[in-house]
Every structure is written in C-alpha cells, then in structure tokens.
C-alpha cells in the first residue's frame, strides 16, 4: 500500500489529524527516519488525540452561548482593587465544585468584570470536559414559559436537556424586576438541577439582600436556600461601588 493510500484509509476512517501527521513525517524523512516505529505511531496516536481534544473544548465552548467564549481563565485580573482571592478562584478553576454539585455567586457593582469572570469559569468548565450553557436571566425565563405554554413537551424536554447541562450560567440576575411567576420558573429549575448541576449566578446586588428585592415570599426563601446552602460567593469589587453599597442596606 503506498503511503498516499494508507492516507486516504485515515482519513475515510475519521483520522484526518493522524494523517496529516502522517504526511509530516513523510515530508521530512530525514529527521523521523531517525525515530522508531514505535516512536513514531505513538507521535501520530498524539496528534490526533490532542485535536480531538481541542475540537471536543471548542464545541462546548461554541455551543454555550457564552456572552464571552474567548474569556481566558489564564487571563484573569487579580489587581488588588478587585478584591479577588486566588485560592478560592482557583478551586473554582478547578471546577471541583461541579463534581460536588455546588454553586457559585459573583456580586459586582455594573462593569465591575462579572460576565467575563463568569464566562472564564465556563471555559475553564468546557476544558474538563463538562457541559455549559449561559443565559440572561430574562431570556432563561422567557424560554422557560415559552416553553411551559407550548403544551407539547418543549418544557420537560428543555428541563431535560438543562438537568444534563453540568454548568448553567445566570447573568444579570434580578437586573430587572421578577414576578412570583418568574420566582416559580427559577425554583423549578434549581429543584430539577439539584445535586445534578451546578449553577452560577452574576448580580450587581449582594446576596443577603435578594429576598428583599424578590420579596419575602415562601418561594423566594426556598429559592434563597437551595442557592445559598451550596454556593462559593465571590465579590468583584470596583472603585464606585455604590450599587452594591445600596443592596447591602436594603
């Protein structure tokens, strides 16, 4: 069989990056003819183990609708000024809080990182191989009771394919004013997701102070307690950090 042939056969099989490998070797005989077989195969089991890899972390990130898939975790700020803890984002890098279905809450004043921050989790999330997906928390809503109303199974297929999402990302959450049927929607989601998937919400106010702006309600306690028995709260601080000031008296 001449090398061009054992190419073909590579790719047809789905091995295009071990062929390309492959035609590497071939170009430069003078070099790998001074490795062993051995060597050699193991370099190309490599190469196109090492693609798969990439293509697999790049499909995840791509299906994620993160707001920032380029989001670097090697590039996050830790300027004094922000206030971030490297021990603790780095067990939050780690992501060993998935495997243990816990939560994570990012409080930061408007501008302040928090998307970024939030989508460098994601990406770090994607590289281990665990599924992501980002929402607003307006549109996570809408296309929950879009989805509710439809009454032919969008809904228990969507919380399905949510339930088997180890990542969900909340942005701007309680940005905008939310309903006792909104609350609902969450609280269902949460429950559904509970110990299945871990969740990490992005607001601009502190977290002891939800329930007031939600309302006390028995559902906004109940939501307040599933996401606080398990959560890693992170603040981003910011030299204006009126708003978060605001939340903390209300």
């Known amino acids: 069989m001449s090398p061009e042939q054992t190419m073909d056969k590579l790719k047809k099989m789905h091995l295009s990056a071990m062929a390309d490998a492959y035609g590497r070797q071939l170009a430069d005989l003078t070099t790998y003819r001074q490795l062993c077989f051995d060597d050699r195969l193991a370099m190309m089991v490599d190469h196109e183990a090492d693609v798969r890899s990439t293509n697999k972390i790049n499909r995840l990130i791509n299906s994620s609708g993160m707001y920032f898939k380029a989001a670097c975790p090697e590039d996050i700020n830790y300027d004094p000024e922000r206030g971030l803890d490297r021990e603790q984002l780095a067990r939050i890098l780690d992501c060993s809080y998935i495997a243990k279905g816990q939560n994570v809450v990012l409080e930061g004043a408007s501008a302040s990182g928090k998307t970024w921050l939030s989508c460098s989790f994601g990406v770090a999330a994607c590289r281990r191989g665990y599924k992501v997906r980002y929402y607003k928390m307006r549109s996570l809503i809408d296309e929950l009771m879009v989805a509710r109303a439809a009454l ?3 809904y228990q297929k969507l919380i399905s394919q949510l339930k088997k999402t180890h990542l969900v990302i909340i942005d701007d959450f309680l940005l905008h004013e939310v309903s006792a049927e909104d609350l ?21 106010y502190q977290h002891d102070g ?4 939600m309302g006390r309600t028995p559902i906004s306690e109940a939501f307040m307690s599933r996401i606080k028995s398990s959560s890693h709260v992170i603040r981003v601080k910011t030299v204006d950090d009126m708003r978060m000031k605001n939340s903390a008296l209300l």
């Open 152 to 154: 032919d199974g969008s």
């Open 184 to 204: 609902g929607e969450l609280l269902e989601l949460v429950d559904a997701r509970l110990l299945t998937g871990s969740t990490i919400l992005c607001s601009q």
């Open 210 to 213: 939800w329930v007031k702006i």
